[in-house]
């Protein structure tokens, strides 16, 4: 069965600092991946989807950036942290080329930029 | 993608069938109704989605109006745990790339 690790759970940082998320995949090959950000008592903001290693799509402009160095990784990412960032981060993956596919949704990580 | 609208809370008691409104009336006829939760300070979770036709699995009932411009997700017999944020999402079976979330309906299942 397929599984999705996302880590770390949470994440208490400084502004100015550097981010690094990760998240990976279990028991699937070429998923599509997501990062999603949900804003305290706010619905789920798309950030970046990737269909495939070194592509990356971004769905708004940020301080954040997102690779996919590998088939099951994806890394979310920021040079310097803003208060702004604070947020509930989520990776999800979905089956590529398929119609109906849902998306399967990690944990999640709880950043706090103070 | 349609927009959705669903009241922004709703109340339920346990043991009683949880009814959850959707209204997408601008839906395309390639776009699909799908059903999500977020029980808190979790991911989301899927729960059913369909095109045109009546749904059921393990987790609930999804009820399409024959005109597509709204939906029902039914909890048969809610409990304490199935209280959650709740979003209906409409996407084109195309565009696999884009899951927009809304506020979703905050359901509160009371003993």
């Known amino acids: 069965s397929q599984t999705i690790h996302q880590w770390p759970a949470t994440l208490v940082q400084p502004v100015g600092s550097p981010l690094s998320l990760e998240c990976t995949v279990e028991?699937?090959?070429?998923?599509?991946l997501y990062w999603y950000r949900q804003a305290a008592g706010r619905g789920l903001q798309l950030l970046f989807y990737?269909?495939?290693?070194?592509?990356i799509s971004s769905e708004v402009p940020q301080n954040l950036s997102a690779s996919r160095p590998q088939d099951r990784q994806f890394i979310l990412s920021s040079k310097k942290l803003l208060l702004s960032d604070s947020g509930f981060y989520l990776c999800?993956?979905?089956?590529?080329?398929?119609?109906?596919?849902?998306?399967?949704f990690g944990p999640g990580t709880r950043l706090t930029v103070l | 993608d349609a927009k959705t609208t669903q009241p922004p809370s709703m109340d339920c008691a346990e043991g009683r069938a949880a009814n959850l409104p959707c209204n997408h009336s601008?839906?395309?006829?390639?776009?699909?109704v799908y059903w999500y939760r977020q029980i808190h300070s979790q991911g989301p979770q899927y729960i059913i989605h369909g095109l045109k036709n009546n749904e059921t699995n393990e987790m609930a009932s999804l009820i399409i109006t024959e005109d597509r411009k709204s939906s029902t997700l039914i909890l048969p017999h809610a409990t304490l745990r199935d209280t959650a944020v709740y979003y209906c999402i409409v996407r084109a079976s195309y565009n696999n790339n884009d899951m927009r979330f809304g506020a979703g309906t905050r359901l509160t299942v009371k003993p």
């Open positions: 999800a993956w979905s089956e590529a080329h398929s119609a109906n596919n849902e998306q399967f």
């Open positions: 028991g699937t090959s070429n998923p599509n």
């Open positions: 990737s269909v495939g290693i070194g592509q």
């Open positions: 601008t839906i395309s006829g390639n776009e699909y």
